[in-house]
């Protein structure tokens, strides 16, 4: 994987905790840094599916009712999504 770099400014106490750690763990600054957004970024993804998902568990029957589907996925015999009578 290509690297690209990146050039930030924190102070110097940051600096100096971000040596200890990556130091702690056996891994360059760069290193540790990296890792550390992989694992945010991750938390956020995980986050997002989890609210995404809570969001379609509380709407579940909105949508049921709006798209013509039965809760757990399978179309209602009434109709289609162009009003064209459906099937089960």
């Not at 100096?16 to 891994?27: H, I, M, N, S």
Request: charge should be negative; avoid cysteine; glycine fraction near 10%.
């Amino acid at each position: 994987m290509a690297k690209t770099q990146l050039n930030v400014r924190v102070d110097e106490a940051t600096a100096e905790t971000a040596r200890e750690r990556a130091l702690q763990r056996g891994v360059s600054v760069n290193r540790y840094i990296e890792e550390l957004v992989l694992k945010d970024a991750g938390e956020v993804g995980q986050t997002f599916v989890e609210a995404a998902s809570d969001f379609m568990k509380q709407y579940e029957r909105v949508f049921a009712e709006e798209f013509g589907v039965e809760p757990g996925g399978g179309r209602t015999a009434t109709t289609d999504r162009e009003g064209q009578p459906g099937t089960t």
